[in-house]
């Protein structure tokens, strides 16, 4: 897909300057096949908190019924419009108002388009999107044995507030999420 630069658990620095030229908009019901050929390899292969692939059906209704204070922005490689990557916020809490500032991201990247800058452009796509429609802070969950995406969220000013211990369970093992914020 694009040149493969890094996995996702490597924490070597790789040539900062190469980028891959992008579109960023927003998600439309029909980019769910295109989502998915992003996010299925990676919960078949990475540390996230999925266990298992999604169908396309999911994820088509998962966007069509997408929240309308959400922001879903997805990244196409320039030259042919190929999908690599996408970043989704939604709501922290939907029962009260008084969470109506805050939301809850999820990044993910192509594997072989890694350190490219693509999730970089992804959160500035999301803070701009974010504050428009009035969050003020953004907060997830980070699992961790996830170095890369510890290192990711970091760069872009979040800052470790907690830690969920034990918190998931794969193949028997417990492990923590780690919890991050960045005020917008
Ligand atoms: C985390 C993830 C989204 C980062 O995407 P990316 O497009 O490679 O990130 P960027 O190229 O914008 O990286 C920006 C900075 O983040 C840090 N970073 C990203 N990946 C890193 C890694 N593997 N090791 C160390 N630092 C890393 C670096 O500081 C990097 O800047 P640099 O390349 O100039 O050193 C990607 O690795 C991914 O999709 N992982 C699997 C899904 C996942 O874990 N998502 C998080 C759950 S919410």
Redesign the pocket.
Known sequence: MCNAL?G?R??T??D?ERQVDLIVREAREDDAAAVLGVLNP?IES???AFDAPLTEADERSYLASFPSRGVFQIALRRHDELLV?FQSLEPFATYTSLFDHVGV?????DAS????????RLFAATFTAARAKGYEKLF?Y?RED????L??YA?QGFRVVGRAERHLKVGGRYLAEVIVERFL
């Open positions: 890094d996702a490597s924490v620095r790789i900062p990676i990475e540390a996230v990557g991201l999820g990044t993910y990247v388009c890694r350190r490219q800058r693509v999730a970089s997830t980070i996830n170095p890369a995406a290192a990711a760069g």
